[in-house]
């Protein structure tokens, strides 16, 4: 069966980084599109940008530009989403979603980043 | 960006009652393939979405018949003909026609009285 398994939650100091991973099992990694969404309480779901697991192409939302990277490893079938200059607001859930042609067929459990000084 | 617009936002329902969430988008989600890329998700209380409709009205694997979508265009509604308390949640409506980016709507709670 399809699973995205992401790594486990994380506490940052403002103006730090943090690179969250998630790990695709059940189908061709190459396949399929990874993206990611974040959640938060006040701006709600958002989508922060995609990556191709195949030729590792990427494309970011303008809202993340300069901030995000999106990165894969094919060897062990995971995708990486590193967010830089971490403000408090960037506290939130960060999900790594598989694209299914115009639409997401498989979420991650959700990665907690908290930003706090 | 393609603006998604939910109502109400929040849905006190009676268990066994029916339930109606509306989503209209900024624009036509007609995409130039003839598909409209509409989708809707329900988020339990402390779980990840999960998909529950795709392209309108076509419900998902495992997905309860209680569940249906519909709409053309730019209004969209997801019903569920008999509320049970396992729908308690957030519902969200997503367009994937206009990309990028993916848009969603502000959810709604859907709730028992």
């Known amino acids: 069966q399809v699973q995205l398994v992401q790594s486990g939650a994380e506490v940052k100091k403002p103006g730090a980084s943090v690179k969250v991973s998630c790990k695709a099992s059940g189908y061709t990694f190459s396949d399929y599109y990874i993206h990611w969404v974040r959640q938060t309480p006040g701006q709600g779901l958002e989508w922060m940008g995609r990556i191709n697991p195949d030729s590792g192409a990427t494309d970011y939302a303008q809202s993340f530009q300069g901030r995000v990277t999106m990165t894969r490893d094919t060897s062990i079938s995971t995708v990486y989403m590193e967010l830089s200059r971490l403000r408090s607001d960037d506290t939130a859930l960060f999900y790594c979603?598989?694209?299914?042609?115009?639409?997401?067929?498989?979420w991650g459990q959700g990665t907690l980043v908290t930003v706090v000084s | 960006d393609v603006v998604m617009t939910q109502s109400p936002l929040s849905l006190p329902v009676t268990l066994g009652q029916p339930a109606s969430i509306s989503c209209r988008s900024s624009?036509?989600?007609?995409?130039?393939?003839?598909?409209?890329?509409m989708n809707w998700f329900q988020q339990r209380p402390g779980q990840s979405p999960r998909r529950l409709i795709y392209k309108i009205s076509n419900r998902d694997s495992g997905v309860p018949d209680r569940f249906s979508g519909s709409g053309s265009g730019t209004d969209f509604t997801l019903k569920i003909s008999r509320v049970e308390a396992e729908d308690v949640g957030v519902y969200y409506c997503?367009?994937?026609?206009?990309?990028?980016?993916?848009?969603f709507g502000q959810g709604t709670k859907v709730e028992i009285k």
């Open positions: 979603v598989r694209d299914d042609f115009g639409t997401i067929d498989y």
């Open positions: 997503m367009q994937g026609t206009h990309w990028p980016p993916w848009t």
């Open positions: 624009q036509s989600l007609v995409h130039s393939d003839g598909n409209t890329y």
